[in-house]
């Protein structure tokens, strides 16, 4: 079992900025993936950002490229989600979500994560 809850979503204006956090417990933190997800308003779950379980790769979907940096801390069973440049697009709920299958290449697609965090909710105003 692996236990995940999100923290530092909120309003912030276009432009700015805010700091994600999953703090991860159970399994030990290092054995598996780590990826980021949103759901907006309407819409179906996205991919964001995908971190692996040493920190040493990490992928993001094009409409984040550059704006948003995906790290993680296993010392401190965490992982971040740094986003700038936001847009009122980026509003959404944010998930973090831990994928156990110990592959190769990391993913993102939902269904191959197994735990999933509560979701904090990002709100960005024009």
């Known amino acids: 079992q692996v236990q995940l809850v999100e923290s530092g979503g909120g309003l912030v204006q276009a432009g700015g900025s805010l700091r994600l956090s999953c703090a991860a417990s159970?399994?030990?933190?290092?054995?598996?993936?780590m990826g980021w997800f949103r759901q907006g308003p309407g819409k179906e779950r996205e991919f964001v950002a995908v971190i692996n379980r040493s920190g040493g790769s990490t992928y993001y979907a094009d409409s984040v490229k550059g704006r948003f940096t995906i790290s993680r801390d296993n010392a401190k069973n965490t992982v971040y989600l740094q986003m700038n440049s936001l847009k009122p697009g980026d509003t959404a709920v944010y998930y973090c979500?831990?994928?156990?299958?110990?592959?190769?290449?990391?993913?993102?697609?939902?269904?191959?994560?197994?735990?999933w965090g509560q979701g904090t909710q990002v709100t960005v105003s024009s």
């Open positions: 159970g399994r030990p933190f290092s054995s598996y993936d």
């Open positions: 979500a831990a994928d156990l299958r110990r592959s190769l290449v990391v993913s993102k697609i939902p269904d191959e994560y197994d735990y």
